[in-house]
């Protein structure tokens, strides 16, 4: 398999995990930061034998899955190389569309290659995903609260947009007072994705935390995933996706389809 993103945050837990799974084998890696030099070097550490190419298109001779964490402005590239060559792909990048998966499904199954997706590839992530699905089976009224880093670029983040997307595909939110019809500034109602508001916050000390609210007269439902400040929780459901998506044609998207498979 390759690693796209390996000296990135969440590569460099994926990297030592991989290595010690006696059923996976890391072929090569992509940072351009790094391009040219032996992993296992570029990480501080003692040579691993993994290449580390600049770009995904470099790497995938001998692949059979890419793992992709890197950008929101080089994933739908790098997944729709990948597929292009025949290579299954988990991806755990933020910032793709539901008009992007869309194109990526579409050439996943004319390749009948699998393609993982999920906003976030946490364990209890996709248990708060599931509960929340199952909640708006129930409930009509729901929006979504976005925590992240001050320095996180892409709003709202992947595992809040997943969610919305998702609630939108159960049944679309009922909206109290119109938006078109607010007085003042509409932004501050947040953004419309799913057909749910989704108020994103930017500050220091969040790694990244979804909160969906669910209502109804005199009462209210909090379901809320709040993620550590290591990468450590991602790696579990990644390998998870890694190990299942050679089975699957298409895109499955949300870690919690697998779990609950």
Request: proline content about 5%.
């Given at each position: 398999m390759c690693i796209a993103g390996a000296t990135g945050w969440t590569g460099r837990a994926?990297?030592?995990a991989v290595l010690e799974a006696p059923d996976l084998a890391l072929t090569s890696?992509?940072?351009?930061?790094?391009?040219?030099?032996?992993?296992?070097?570029?990480?501080g550490g003692a040579a691993l034998r993994v290449p580390v190419r600049a770009s995904v298109e470099d790497a995938l001779d001998g692949v059979d899955v890419l793992i992709d964490y890197t950008s929101a402005t080089a994933v739908k590239a790098n997944a729709m190389?990948?597929?292009?060559?025949?290579?299954?792909?988990v991806v755990g990048t933020s910032g793709l569309t539901a008009t992007d998966l869309a194109e990526i499904d579409l050439a996943a199954r004319e390749?009948?290659?699998g393609v993982v997706a999920s906003g976030n590839f946490s364990v209890t992530a996709a248990m708060c995903q599931a509960a929340a699905l199952l909640?708006?089976?129930?409930?009509?009224?729901?929006?979504?609260?976005?925590y992240a880093s001050d320095a996180k670029p892409d709003v709202p983040s992947g595992t809040a947009r997943e969610l919305a997307e998702?609630?939108?595909e159960v049944r679309q939110p009922e909206v109290g007072y119109p938006l078109r019809d607010l007085h003042g500034p509409k932004e501050a109602r947040g953004a419309t994705v799913g057909g749910a508001q989704i108020h994103s916050?930017?500050?220091?000390?969040?790694?990244?935390?979804?909160e969906v609210v669910f209502a109804r007269p005199d009462e209210r439902l909090t379901i809320r995933h709040d993620a550590g400040?290591?990468?450590?929780?991602?790696?579990?459901?990644t390998l998870l996706a890694v190990r299942k998506v050679p089975e699957l044609v298409g895109l499955t998207r949300g870690l919690d389809n697998l779990l609950l498979a």
């Open positions: 994926l990297v030592p890696a992509v940072s351009r930061s790094a391009a040219g030099r032996d992993l296992g070097e570029a990480l190389a990948a597929i292009e060559a025949g290579v299954g792909v390749r009948s290659v909640a708006a089976r129930h409930l009509a009224h729901w929006e979504i609260i976005d998702r609630l939108g916050l930017r500050l220091p000390s969040f790694v990244i935390s979804t400040g290591t990468a450590g929780p991602y790696v579990e459901g």
